[in-house]
């Protein structure tokens, strides 16, 4: 498999779930990825499930520290890349009067902060006529307790509005990939227990109007093709949702 071969791309959150997902994808075209995580056994078994054209680099996207030594080990291991995967993120469920300074700050200093910086720090790596993809939400329909969350993944496709523009003149399309309920090891939330877990996999399946939870390849073929083969497209956030964000039911009912 051949497709992607010589590109070389970074995923950020790319050690698990849908990141893990699209740097496997990449890698089994043929591509160089580098991918990031802050849990050094999941970097570990991203490492051997990605093989040699997989670099795992321990970063942790709240510090600006670490977003400025990414950016020293893309230039080192990658030097040019072709893609960027801005695909790290967290969420804690937490109603308005549970919020505190802190898990307002969590929210806002990884899903937000973080993303700014990085985009930021790793354009110049970016070769001309390249691909930035950041992973927002679909946040057409919302659920109480996600508020810090929600508004985190605003500011991303608020980011990618404006980045759309900026980054005309080298011809660097930026646009967005909004998941639904997709089924990963946590489901997308940080600290639920496994009956937590069960449950809001069957919530998805009743909420989604196609009746199942997306899977992270899915999410990784949307985010592949803004990347690569959306040549003539920028500014878009693409749902990948099962229809969730979208308003339809079956039957018209």
């Known amino acids: 498999m051949t497709r992607y071969a010589g590109k070389k791309a970074v995923v950020t959150g790319g050690s698990h779930g849908m990141g893990l997902a699209i740097a496997k ?28 054209a997989g670099h795992a680099v321990r970063s942790d996207a709240a510090g600006l520290a670490d977003i400025d030594a990414l950016g020293t080990q893309v230039g080192s291991t990658l030097g040019r890349i072709d893609a960027l995967f801005v695909n790290h993120g967290i969420a804690e469920l937490e109603r308005l009067e549970h919020v505190t300074e802190a898990s307002y700050d969590r929210h806002f200093d990884i899903n937000a902060k973080g993303a700014f910086f990085t985009v930021q720090r790793l354009a110049p790596f970016i070769n001309d006529g390249g691909a930035i993809v950041l992973t927002t939400v679909a946040n057409d329909r919302v659920f109480g307790g996600m508020s810090a969350y929600s508004g985190s993944k ?41 009956e937590e877990r069960a449950a809001f996999e069957k919530q998805g399946d009743e909420m989604t109007p196609l009746r199942r939870n997306g899977t992270v390849e899915e999410v990784a073929t949307a985010a592949l093709f803004l990347a690569f083969d959306a040549t003539f497209t920028t500014n878009i956030e693409l749902a990948v949702d099962g229809g969730f964000a979208q308003g339809i039911t079956a039957d018209g009912h």
Request: charged share 20%; glycine share 8%.
């Open 154 to 194: 605003e500011a991303l496709r608020a980011f990618a509005q404006v980045w759309a523009a900026e980054f005309l003149p080298r011809r660097i399309r930026v646009n967005s990939v909004a998941p639904g309920f997709i089924k990963t090891p946590t489901m997308g939330v940080a600290g639920l227990t496994d």
């Open 25 to 52: 994808a990449l890698v089994q075209e043929g591509a160089q990825v580098v991918v990031t995580g802050r849990n050094e056994a999941t970097l570990a078994s991203a490492r051997a499930k990605l093989g040699a």
